[in-house]
């Protein structure tokens, strides 16, 4: 399994952490997760064990999870350096500024950031500091982000 480097499994209730937890151990190679719309059964245990395992990260899809929150994400930013999407749309405020900070200030490559539908755990300072630390940002999706972010900090990745 070590050559193995996609994972999408989309929709797919039926996946656990045991199974990423596996992946992660034996496949060190895996470069794109996308686990979105599992709901509770992919959780940071899951998501901490890619991190750990998984340098080569560079996609990490973990929208309606639920499960996932900042813990799993610093545990990326802290290993996976190479990331450049992260779409943690719809954590239900699992995932706040801290996690988003943390994944800017250690993953500068980021491209693709969708923080949608977070229920104002998302505000102005995680998007001023994902301007600052990411040069490479293409694309940011803060729809439904409940008036927590505003122009102030939209305004900054224009800078």
Do not use: M, W
Not at 38 to 67: K, M, Q, W, Y
Not at 115 to 133: F, G, L, P, Q
């Amino acid at each position: 399994c070590a050559d193995f480097e996609c994972l999408v499994a989309s929709c797919a209730r039926g996946i656990r952490n045991a199974c990423l937890l596996e992946l992660a151990r034996g496949c060190p190679n895996l470069q794109h997760v996308d686990v979105s719309f599992t709901f509770g059964g992919v959780t940071d245990i899951g998501v901490s064990a890619i991190g750990e395992h998984c340098p080569a990260l560079r996609f990490l899809n973990v929208a309606e999870t639920r499960g996932v929150t900042d813990e799993s994400l610093e545990k990326i930013a802290t290993n996976c350096p190479l990331l450049e999407h992260l779409n943690v749309s719809s954590t239900r405020g699992g995932v706040t500024n801290k996690g988003i900070t943390a994944v800017a200030q250690r993953c500068p490559q980021l491209r693709h950031l969708d923080v949608s539908r977070t229920n104002r755990a998302i505000t102005d300072d995680a998007v001023v500091a994902v301007s600052r630390a990411c040069p490479c940002l293409e694309y940011l999706n803060v729809s439904g982000t409940d008036g927590a972010v505003t122009d102030v900090s939209l305004t900054s990745v224009a800078l």
